[in-house]
Structures are given as C-alpha cells and as structure tokens.
C-alpha cells in the first residue's frame, strides 16, 4: 500500500505544480492581450464555475470506470493545453477562456474519482494520513508553481507554459495508470441508475458526513468572504505595500503544508467532526489575528488561518471517503465538491461589497461564522460507542450506536484535496 500513496502524493505534487502555475498564467496571459483586467479574472471564473456541476460530473464515475475516466480526461486536458499554441493575438483570448473551461471541468473529474479511487487502493486507516500529505503536496507546490509560472512566462512566453503544463496530466495519467486497486467495488446496475438526488440523499443522510462537509463549506466560503478586507488591512490598517500580501500568501501556505502532515493523526484519533470544528476554530482565530494593527501578529495569523482550513477540507473529503459506499462514491465525492466550494463564488463578491465599511468588520465576522459553525457541530454530537462491525466489502462501515459509521483502524466521530482545494 505504500506504493499506492506515494502515486498519489505524486499526483497531487503534479496537480499542485501546473494547475497553480497555469492558473495565474492564464489571466496574465489574457491581460498582457487585452490589457483589461476584468477579463483577466474571468478565467478564474472559468476554472471554478464546472464546480457547481459537481454532482452531475461526479455521477460520470459511478456509470463508467473511474480509473479509465480518470486518465482520458487527463489525456485530453493535455491535448487541451497544447491547443493554446494557436494564441497570436487578443481576437484569440476566447481559447484562453474555453481551455480555462476544460480545465476546471477536468478538474472536478479528477477531483472526484480521485477521492473515489483512493478507497479502492489504501487501507481505510490510512486514507486521512495519506489525503493529508496529499494536501501537504499541493500547498507546498502553491509556494513555489505561481513564482515559476510567472517568471517563465516573463521569459519565454505563455506558450513555453502551456506546453510545459501539457506534460503535467499525461505524467499524472502514467501514474493512475500505476495504482494497484485491491478494493475495487463493481457498482451493480440499480446503482449505475441512481441519479444526482441520490447522492445529495447520502451526503445528508449522516451526520459523521454532513457535518464535516459543511464545516469546510463554511470555512472555505469565509476565506473567499475575506479576500477583500485582507487587502483593505494591508493596504490601509497597517500601511503596507500590496506586495505584502505575497507575504502573507507565502505564510499561509506554510502553516498549510505543516497542517496537511499532522491532520491524519488527528482525524484518527479525534475524527472527523472534532477535527473540522478544531480547523474552522483556528481560522476563525486566524481572522481575528489579522485585525491586530501589528504585521506581525498579521503573518502569525495567516499561520493559523493556513493550518485550520485544510484540516477543515482533509477531515470532510475522508468522512465522504470512509462513510460512502464504493457504488455511489463519484457522485457523493462530486457533490461534497460542490458543497464546498461552490458557495465561495457568492462569498467573493459578497465580501468586496462589506469592505466598504472597512476591512475589520468582514473579519470579525467570518470569525463569528466560523465559530458558530464549530459550535454547532460539537454541540449534541453522539458519544463513542463500541467496536466497529465489519460489514460486507464495498459499503460504508455501521457502527453499533445512531449515526455513527467507522472503517476498521479508525476510531473517533466522525481528499482529495482539493485543492485548499482551497485553491
């Protein structure tokens, strides 16, 4: 099993080293053609818009072979990319935008039958050790990919990129390609029917799942919330240049990189609830932090705010992982995809409207969701009960107790990555 966590790891180092790189390179790209703005952010918009159309993409997997799907769809996110060679000049943005498009859709395939094959190729004990390296891998990749990306960009072009983030899926699909399934389910014809309700239906139907899927809604829409006033702090409460904001970026992606090599230990022993409850507590304190009119207790701040959020996100991609059963995975993991970071394309533009009352008040109140939430999620949560019954392979493990469902190795209440994909 060891061999099959390291491909993984591997996979999510490549997602994190070209997706973060063409992902900032692309509005480059489209600005340096345009010289708008605007329409330069519109290709993130486009990377995170199929995201709304998890359930309906994650049902792909459960109909077809998630492992096949997989790798065609990295085959031709390739193909897709090199297509970016025919950019000359600003009436060619438009191919920009559509291979964005297919980006963010082959995002959420990947994204989901990754968390759908990860139990088919580890033991259940480790899926949150591994789904928290896998997070590890791609934060620490966020700290270097943009840096790359762009001062490639500025040295050769945005077509050296493309063709440079070409090579990055057809490696990840060799490396899917790898992966020894010992678990793999077949999903019986009454299964490969279900529809999109079905899966929304298990996502809700327990507590150990739903609960840690909307802390990391929570979590992750407040970050989006506060985008806006964090600049505000920068620029206005402490009189710091914008750059500055690299520096912080840089500082939440290490408190996240350290976070993703602990959580699995956590969830573990704590579970999934306690952990994602403890991981919207520290981002809540992480907004509060940075309302401190001292750049210090600024960067200490994006610390803690790096290490709550993928906490938050490890501990609800391995409940859907360890409560769903294997014939519903692509659905269910699509449609926890959605849930979590769909409601951060309203949160985003909700938040540049509250700073105009200054950049404090949209922090104190993140923090107060945050908490809220964490609140909620600890309060009447069912006590442990005994050992956990095996039941028959491929369905989600039942516990003796009310709504509370464990694999074998894991004890507690209670991915992929995205990713933070808080991306």
């Known amino acids: 099993m060891r061999r099959n966590a390291f491909l993984f790891v591997a ?3 490549l997602s994190g080293l070209g997706g973060s790189a063409m992902a900032l390179v692309s509005g480059i790209w489209i600005l340096d053609l345009t010289g708008s703005t605007g329409l330069a952010a519109l290709a993130g918009m486009c990377v995170y818009a199929p995201t709304l159309a998890g359930p309906w993409l994650g049902g792909l997997l459960d109909r077809v ?3 096949s799907l997989v790798i065609g769809v990295d085959v031709a996110l390739a193909a897709a990319l090199l297509s970016l060679l025919a950019v000359r000049g600003p009436g060619d943005a438009w191919l920009i935008y559509a291979v964005s498009l297919a980006y963010g859709i082959g995002y959420v395939l990947v994204d989901a039958g990754e968390t759908a094959l990860l139990p088919a190729a ?3 004990a480790r899926l949150a050790d591994v789904n928290g390296w896998r997070s590890s891998a791609q934060e620490g990749m966020k700290l270097v990919a943009p840096l790359a990306g762009a001062g490639l960009y500025a040295w050769r072009g945005g077509h050296v990129v493309a063709v440079l983030a070409a090579v990055v899926p057809v490696l990840a699909a060799a490396l899917y390609g790898a992966l020894r399934l010992t678990r793999a389910v077949p999903a019986p014809p009454a ?6 309700r079905d899966g929304l239906a298990a996502l809700l139907a327990r507590r150990a799942v739903r609960v840690p899927v909307a802390l990391a809604a929570v979590s992750i829409a407040m970050s989006g919330f506060t985008t806006a006033a964090l600049y505000d702090v920068v620029v206005t409460g402490l009189a710091m240049p914008s ?6 970026a840089s500082a939440q992606g290490a408190g996240s990189l350290v976070a993703g090599l602990v959580v699995g230990r956590l969830v573990r022993r704590r579970g999934e609830i306690a952990v994602g409850a403890a991981g919207a507590v520290l981002f809540a304190a992480g907004c509060l932090g940075r309302c401190l009119p001292w750049w210090p207790g600024t960067v200490a701040a994006s610390v803690v705010a790096g290490v709550g ?3 938050t996100l490890v501990a609800a991609v391995t409940a859907v992982q360890a409560y769903t059963p294997q014939a519903m995975l692509g659905r269910v993991a699509g449609t ?4 979590m970071f769909g409601p951060i394309t309203l949160a985003i533009p909700l938040g540049s409207a509250a700073v105009a009352v200054g950049g404090l008040p949209p922090l104190v109140v993140a923090a107060v969701v945050c908490l809220t939430a964490a609140l909620g ?3 009447g949560a069912p006590r442990r009960g005994g050992p956990a019954a095996v039941p028959e392979s491929g369905r989600a493990r039942v516990r003796a107790g009310p709504d509370a469902a464990r694999p074998p190795g894991v004890t507690g209440t209670g991915r992929t990555i995205v990713s933070a994909r808080c991306r």
């Open 122 to 124: 580890l033991p259940p």
């Open 191 to 196: 299964a490969r029917q279900a529809g999109v």
């Open 309 to 311: 959020l993928p906490w």
């Open 377 to 379: 999620a600890t309060v």
């Open 65 to 67: 072979p998630r492992r």
């Open 336 to 339: 926890a995809n959605t849930a």
């Open 11 to 13: 996979v999510s180092l």
């Open 243 to 248: 750059t500055f904001l690299g520096v912080l």
